[in-house]
């Protein structure tokens, strides 16, 4: 039977692309059919719903960029869960630990298992095949899946259950989120102050202070003003405050990452959801009343 794959955005397009090149027949569906047609010329067929998706294929992956979107894609009434031939659902999207628990109640009842696999790296690891790839659930699942998620990069299993996934997706974006944020303020203070934020990036990626916003979201988004790593701010924004719900039911203190969450919601109020998340600078400038150079 083909694959098929649901969500074809900013990280699931690319996402897809790397399972036809493993030779695999694809059956794709979005709700914008004109995200469908880089897939389509590759000769992925396209489905009109996602259940009709799962009425073609028994492994189906789900990329998606909201909890609502995932819910009601899997769950709705046209979802996949009523599919006819769907025998595993494999998530990549970052929802949180219940979701996925909800997803695996609903599924199971209706004999479907869930694989949870969300991933990390950005839109530029997914076009490269370097994505940090989280995958839980049932290893018999997992390494009958594992030859596809290996095109998207190394594999990383946190464990036999669904929803371990999701935790290590979440402590990795937490200290993504907090180093963009901080590193946004540090390169404003920096330039300010004299630097050249060439020196700055040169100085800091030799040294203790490099992090994943200093060593490619800022030198290929900031420095050029381009803003265009590709990932919209209400979906990082998003991945915060489901860490900091984690952490909470836990009964963990989460002090630093709620004030790098309220610099994301600061700048979704000023209206900028859609904005790529490298923008979040922009919003320390303001501040600031000093907008940094281009360099590049």
């Known amino acids: 039977m083909p694959i098929g794959f649901i ?18 027949e694809l059956v794709v569906h979005d709700t914008r059919e004109a995200a469908l047609k880089p897939l389509i010329e590759r000769q992925a067929r396209p489905a009109k719903s996602p259940r ?24 709705g009434d046209n979802g996949a869960i009523h599919g006819k031939a769907i025998k595993l ?43 940090s790839v989280m995958v839980s659930g049932a290893p ?16 990383t299993v946190a464990g036999p259950k669904p929803g371990l996934a999701q935790v290590l997706k979440l402590t990795n974006n937490i200290l993504s989120a907090v180093a963009l944020a901080a590193s946004c303020e540090a390169y404003v203070m920096g330039a300010k ?3 050249d ?42 991945d915060v405050i489901l860490a900091i719900e984690q952490g909470e039911r836990l009964g963990i203190p989460m002090w630093v990452c709620q004030a790098a969450a309220m610099m994301f919601k600061h700048a979704m109020f000023a209206g900028m959801a859609n904005k790529d998340i490298t923008e979040l600078i922009t919003v320390v400038e303001r501040g600031a009343g000093f907008v940094m150079a281009k360099t590049r």
């Open 89 to 131: 659902l494999v998530n990549t999207c970052t929802v949180g630990v219940p979701l996925v628990e909800e997803l695996v109640a609903e599924l199971s009842a209706k004999g479907i298992q869930l694989v949870d696999c969300p991933i990390s790296g950005g839109p530029p690891g997914a076009r490269a095949g370097t994505l």
């Open 197 to 238: 934020p060439e020196v700055m990036t040169e100085a800091i990626n030799r040294g203790s202070g490099r992090n994943s916003a200093t060593q490619s979201k800022i030198p290929e988004s900031i420095l050029d003003r381009s803003f265009a790593y590709g990932a919209p701010m209400h979906i990082l924004a998003k």
């Open 7 to 24: 969500g074809v955005g900013n990280m699931g397009l690319p996402m897809a692309e790397k399972l036809i090149g493993g030779g695999n």
């Open 140 to 155: 018999d699942l997992i390494e009958k899946i594992r030859p596809m998620i290996s095109r998207w990069g190394p594999v």
């Open 193 to 195: 102050g004299g630097l």
């Open 52 to 75: 009709e998706v799962a009425d073609r294929c028994e492994t189906v992956f789900v990329s998606l960029p909201t909890l609502p979107a995932l819910r009601d894609v899997v769950l």
